[in-house]
């Protein structure tokens, strides 16, 4: 059973482009969160999806936004980057109902921003 | 805004000793906190969670324990093992809040054989 997947691995872009992070939730899981953790740091919510739709938002700008799919598969992105974008950004799944809560993450997507 | 936050940010111990995670917060309206272990180029990794309504809960190797008169939750690691080494974070859901995860900012743990 496959966990929270998460692509790409690796990325590195330019400072003003744009920038579009994928995550497939853990099998059975509807709600997809995502998170940034800079280095050294814990992670921080960004936003929450469930049934396509920003259910939460953390303190983050409108150049951070997202989508959930049918499928519940999710993206993020982030438009005119800056250099204090660079992080690793984590996605993490769960249900709904489930009383704990559930969460699994991914392993992350590192952005660095030159 | 309220947060999470760890009191050691760098925590040795000898392979075989008990390792104890200390981390304050400071939303009485917490009611759900969880331990996630987070090892080099992966993400957090759950490890034992505790509700409000309880002040310890083992695990295998693992104990957390929740003071809520001072804001207080700790994880106990036992017999501390080499690949117990790893950076720890406490999170938090606040009630009536959503279920987002409010984390601290972890507690580097390195093993010494």
């Known amino acids: 059973d496959a966990g929270v997947t998460q692509s790409p691995t690796h990325l590195i872009k330019t400072r003003g482009q744009q920038v579009t992070l994928r995550c497939s939730p853990k099998?059975?899981?509807?709600?997809v969160s995502w998170y940034q953790q800079a280095l050294g740091q814990g992670p921080q919510f960004i936003f929450q999806y469930y049934e396509e739709e920003e259910r939460q938002r953390g303190n983050f700008p409108d150049r951070f936004s997202g989508h959930q799919f049918p499928n519940y598969s999710s993206e993020l992105n982030v438009n005119a980057l800056l250099l204090g974008d660079s992080a690793l950004y984590l996605c993490a799944s769960s249900l709904v109902r489930a009383r704990n809560y559930g969460y699994t993450f991914g392993s992350g997507t590192r952005l660095t921003v030159v | 805004g309220e947060s999470v936050g760890l009191h050691l940010p760098t925590l040795s111990v000898q392979e075989g000793d008990n390792s104890i995670i200390n981390c304050a917060y400071s939303n009485s309206a917490s009611d759900y906190f969880i331990w996630y272990k987070q090892e080099s180029g992966k993400g957090p990794q759950f490890i034992i969670d505790?509700?409000?309504?309880?002040d310890k809960r083992q695990g295998q190797r693992v104990t957390v324990l929740l003071n809520k008169t001072v804001k207080h939750l700790s994880l106990q690691i036992a017999a501390t093992q080499p690949g117990d080494s790893a950076v720890y974070f406490c999170?938090?859901?606040?009630?009536?809040?959503?279920?987002?995860?409010?984390f601290g900012g972890g507690t580097r743990l390195m093993v010494k054989p």
């Open positions: 099998s059975g899981h509807d709600t």
């Open positions: 505790i509700r409000s309504n309880m």
């Open positions: 999170a938090e859901i606040i009630n009536n809040a959503g279920n987002m995860l409010t």
